[in-house]
């Protein structure tokens, strides 16, 4: 058995999007699961749409995701030399021949066939050219393509996603492979260079299952060893329908930028039109993945990209992740987010650590973190009026109460059992619930509505900045008992 080797091979023409990294993750899974290769090959062909910027996009997406390649990347543009000679070697062994007709002759046909009976396929009339009238055209530099001569019968495959597949050949047209000027079509790039570079499995979407066919034809015709292929579902927003820009970010870098980690990325990718089967825990670590994934698993139906799962994927990772693996990221957005410095953050290590351990669990993402943590990290807090208005409805009550805390709190030791016995007490002499405590205290020291458990809150500001929040509460209370 030969180890298997795969490729991810995008056209430059556009930043990674979610579908092309998923093509790349499940090529790479299958690498790693089956001690394989993973290989990486740009189609730069098309020159016109093909960008440097764009490579690099892909470059930079797929080291986000960790999805290395395993040997020197293959840009399919300095390969036309060999797709010629490959071109060149069916024309020598028979299985293509020199078409002379110009695009005018065909367009012209192609309308009248249209308008009789419908499609238009390539009559084959250069084919009956003999040898020496082709030669005295080429001679004579009239320009010519070169066509693949479709045999008889149907061409089929048994693909790992999608079971028997065939097309009868005769819906086939006799289908170009060099162009006049010399340079390959696709389907004779794509043949040419998957032989070259030994590919074993060709995994790729289902947008190319009428590609098929023809690159079967051109292996048989050439002699070459008959890859596998598997043909992977499109992936659909939630509404239904393909993927695409109205249904928010498509690029992987825009959820970089959002705070998804990559082995929340990875994990959810891996879903889309895969499953371990059975009952699983859906939240899976990329060695977890690696040693799952098998092409028994892949789904042949679309598949759909949920941004809330997506979201709540990465609120799984951020709890399970190592905390030295989560701090350097979260000191690096709170410091781009202008709150701290990374050197402010690093130096009061042990600190952080308890404020992440506190906001990962309430958090989908890492900027969720960035703004939770901002009570915990500025010297002062705004107050959300919606939060403010309903915890301070009553100004004068409120007021009293957080006097009353103050008060208590500032003669206690700064530790989470005593904070809250000496609390507890508090509300039991006011002959209210310890709850009913917490709603104004937690706009007074956080400015929000919403925050981790109040004994936390208070250990991880300490004393000071806890003191001086309920003080700055008590003079806005006092403006606001003014106006009301
Ligand atoms: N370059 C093609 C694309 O981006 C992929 C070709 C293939 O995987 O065979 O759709």
Redesign the pocket.
Known sequence: MTTPRLRF???PTGYLHVG?ARTALFNWLYARRHGGQFLLRV?DTDKARSTDESTRAIFEGLEWLGLMWDEPVVYQGANVERHRADAERLLASGHAYRCFCTAADLDFRRKVAEANEGAFKYDRRCDQLDRDEVARRVAAGEPSVVRFRVPEGNTGWTDLVHDSISFPNKDIEDFVILRSDGTPIYNMA?TSDDIAMHITL?M??D??IS?TPKQIMLYEALGAPMPQFAHLPMIHGSDGKKLSKRHGATAVADWQHEGILPQAMVNFLALLGWSPGGEFDEVMSIDELIAKFDAAGLRKTAAVFDTKKLEWMNGQHLVRMALDELAPLARRKIAAAGLATESDLEQRGAWFNTLLELLRVRARTVDDIVRQAKPFLVASVEYDEHAAAKAWKDAADARALLVAVRDTLAGVAWEATALETALKALAETRGIGAGKLFGPMRVALTGEANSPGMFDVLVVLGRDLTLARLAAAIVDLDRRTGVT
Do not use: L, T, Y
């Open positions: 091979a995008p056209s092309g189609e794509v060709v790729r979407g947008d190319h590609n």
